[in-house]
């Protein structure tokens, strides 16, 4: 079966620092692997995505993963954090055993806070 | 890119009433759109799956009768919670898969989410 560990409920950071969220996936198969970003209110917005290409992956605003399938994680990070960057992140892997059909699963969410 | 559009937004009605919420690609077709539910500071719990043309599929413990699902073109799926009451009251956000990008590689991409309450 598929899963998605967030580690954190709850990160906080100054602004101007780094921004690590944890995230750690069990598959049976090689996965694809999301960040998801959602403002208050707000759907889902993409950050990145692994899909087997390179473990180092680069995303919008900053944002970049490493998919380390020895650790099997997944964890979000980058290296200035910004008062905007304040939100609920989920990292995300798509069900193999749905086929075509994409089905999510998603992590608990990691809520970032960003501190003047 | 590829954008959702979720309407409306907001809703606010009594108790009893059917409410619904639309869900449109705008610039792509989507064969598969999925419906989730979410509660405050928890993850997305997903309902169903909406598949164009044919009966939606749906979650375990989600009442088919209760969250009556349409989804009659490749860009509209629309979400009915019938005689809704309190404990329907939740955030509703849809997402819809680009059908020329059918591979578990392609993300889903999102809408902005419906604000549901019930008086």
């Known amino acids: 079966a598929q899963s998605v560990t967030q580690l954190d409920s709850h990160v906080s950071v100054s602004e101007g620092t780094p921004v690590l969220l944890r995230c750690n996936y069990s598959?049976?198969?090689?996965?694809?692997l999301f960040w998801y970003v959602q403002h208050p209110n707000k759907g889902l917005q993409l950050l990145l995505k692994?899909?087997?290409?390179?473990?180092l992956v680069k995303g919008i605003n900053g944002f970049e993963a490493e998919f380390k399938k020895s650790e099997t994680s997944f964890h979000l990070t980058k290296p200035s954090a910004h008062m905007s960057d304040a939100a609920e992140y989920f990292c995300?892997?798509?069900?193999?055993?749905?086929?075509?059909?994409?089905?999510?699963?998603f992590g608990q969410g990691t809520t970032l806070q960003v501190k003047p | 890119g590829a954008v959702v559009s979720q309407h409306p937004s907001w809703v606010i009605c009594k108790s009893g009433t059917s409410v619904k919420i639309e869900c449109r690609s705008l610039?792509?077709?989507?064969?598969?759109m999925f419906w989730y539910r979410q509660f405050p500071k928890q993850s997305l719990m997903l309902m169903a799956t909406?598949?164009?043309?044919?009966?939606?599929?749906?979650e375990q413990g989600v009442e088919k009768d209760k969250f009556l699902i349409n989804h009659a073109s490749l860009t509209l799926s629309t979400l009915t919670v019938t005689s809704a009451h309190p404990e329907d009251s939740s955030f509703y956000i849809c997402?819809?898969?680009?059908?020329?990008?059918?591979?578990?590689?392609?993300?889903?991409?999102f809408g902005d989410g419906t604000r549901l309450s019930i008086l």
């Open positions: 692994y899909t087997s290409a390179a473990t």
């Open positions: 997402s819809a898969r680009d059908r020329d990008r059918l591979n578990s590689n392609q993300p889903q991409h």
């Open positions: 598959s049976s198969y090689s996965p694809s």
């Open positions: 995300v892997v798509s069900d193999r055993r749905s086929g075509n059909t994409g089905k999510l699963i």
């Open positions: 610039d792509f077709q989507a064969t598969t």
């Open positions: 909406s598949n164009e043309g044919s009966k939606a599929t749906y």
